[in-house]
């Protein structure tokens, strides 16, 4: 390749990076963000099919996660390039991701998009793991349209039609469509899985009885 080719190149993936003001630093001059920026214009300078990010941000400060996780999903979808994006954190998988492939102990536990993945888990590892704050799972008995909460008297969810999943035996996953609530059925007991953000005070008395014990804003 020619010199001023290279130099080209150089430039503009240093522009799309928004790094042209460092060319001239050594690498012991540059921050942490900076040496990340610096490594992905290095990987994707080659043009390459296929672009591997291994938890590029696991040692930035937050502010700097946020920033750099917005500007590489920018650039991949400027640049088409196919990106598997390695990491620990579920908000950035749900933040980033075209499908999310979730892995336990080496075993593949669900390949969706992150919006059905969250709506519709496939089974109680993939519930508990996705969303902050975490989902409510309750032991319960399931029989037709009533759930049976220990302590409690049973809640009537008739008229909701749930999506079932076989899971594997006979564990069945159920969710239901307007609020994630999930019942993984062995025979007639069950576990209850209730997103917090589907939990709604009410002025008159509802079906559920709790106390507030912490309030975090």
Not at 28 to 49: D, F, H, N, T, Y
Not at 92 to 111: H, V
Not at 134 to 152: A, D, E, R, S
Request: glycine fraction near 6%.
């Amino acid at each position: 390749m020619k010199k001023s080719l290279r130099l080209q190149k150089t430039q503009d993936i240093a522009r799309m990076m928004q790094i042209t003001d460092l060319l001239h630093r050594k690498p012991s001059q540059l921050s942490g963000g900076q040496q990340q920026r610096v490594a992905i214009a290095r990987a994707l300078v080659k043009e390459p099919k296929i672009l591997l990010l291994d938890e590029p941000f696991s040692n930035l400060d937050a502010r700097l996660r946020i920033e750099l996780r917005d500007d590489i999903r920018a650039l991949q979808k400027k640049l088409g390039i196919t990106t598997i994006f390695v990491t620990h954190d579920q908000e950035e998988a749900m933040s980033i991701s075209d499908r999310i492939l979730l892995m336990n102990k080496g075993c593949l536990q669900q390949y969706s998009t992150p919006q059905e993945m969250y709506r519709f888990p496939a089974n109680l590892f993939v519930a508990g793991f996705l969303g902050n704050p975490p989902i409510n799972l309750l032991p319960c008995t399931w029989t037709n349209n009533t759930i049976q909460v220990k302590g409690t008297q049973g809640w009537d969810f008739s008229g909701i039609s749930p999506v079932i999943a076989q899971e594997t035996g006979k564990d069945i996953i159920a969710q239901e469509t307007s609020k994630d609530i999930i019942a993984q059925e062995t025979g007639k007991d069950a576990i209850l899985g209730i997103r917090p953000e589907d939990l709604v005070i009410v002025p008159e008395r509802g079906q559920i009885q709790a106390q507030i014990t912490a309030i975090q804003t």
